[in-house]
Structures are given as structure tokens and as C-alpha cells.
């Protein structure tokens, strides 16, 4: 019902930036919340930032100060920015939506996941 595409990973050198967004399509009457969750392998999920629709945002440690998130509620897109990346940001980052359908069910929907490299 609900489709999460992401666009935006690639290679980037530490210290760099780069900006992920996920675009939401399908039967969609609202978007309560985004998060951005990444994972290398070998390792479990990790939650990296959360905004909800009141705009109250949560950071994971690693990565205050540094990344961004935001949402466009018009284009059903939530996006990451990140800054001052280091070696240890590379992974596989993954957007999930906590979405309201048009037959007013409540689902999460996830994104297909796009790779973030670090490297000189």
C-alpha cells in the first residue's frame, strides 16, 4: 500500500557530508513519524534519528551534533543529513515511515536500504 523509496548513499571521504532522503508513495492519509536506522554487518539495526509529527526529534549518541533529520510533509519525504562523517558511519541506512493509510489503517513501512562508504 505504501512504498518507501530512498535515494542519496554513495562514497564520500570522512569528514564529508552527505544527504539521504526517502520518498513515501501509495495510499497515504498521513505520516506520523520517520526514522533513519543503519546497519553494517555483523551488527544489529541501529536507530540514528527519529522525528515524529510534532516535529520532536531524537538522535542516537553517536551521531548528535552531526546529522540532521528532517521531513517534508507536503512530499511525503523524510531526509538525513550528514556531516563530518566518520569511518564509522558507513553502513547500510534504512528509512522507515509510521503511516496512516487512506483505509485509515496504521502500518510502518521501510525503505530498500541505500549504502553510505566512508573512505579516503
Known amino acids: 500500500q505504501v512504498q518507501l523509496v530512498e535515494s542519496g548513499g554513495g562514497l564520500v571521504q570522512p569528514g564529508g557530508s552527505l544527504s539521504l532522503s526517502c520518498a513515501a508513495s501509495g495510499r497515504i492519509l498521513n505520516i506520523h513519524s520517520w526514522d533513519w536506522y543503519r546497519q553494517t554487518p555483523g551488527k544489529e539495526r541501529e536507530l540514528v534519528a527519529t522525528i515524529t509529527g510534532g516535529d520532536k526529534i531524537t538522535y542516537g549518541d553517536s551521531v548528535k551534533g552531526r546529522f540532521n533529520i528532517s521531513r517534508d510533509a507536503a512530499k511525503n519525504t523524510g531526509y538525513l543529513r550528514m556531516k563530518n562523517l566518520e569511518a564509522e558511519d558507513a553502513a547500510v541506512y534504512y528509512c522507515?515511515?509510521?503511516?496512516?493509510?487512506?483505509?485509515?489503517?496504521?502500518?510502518?513501512?521501510w525503505g530498500q536500504g541505500t549504502q553510505v562508504t566512508v573512505s579516503s
Open positions: 522507515a515511515a509510521d503511516v496512516v493509510t487512506t483505509a485509515n489503517q496504521a502500518i510502518r513501512s
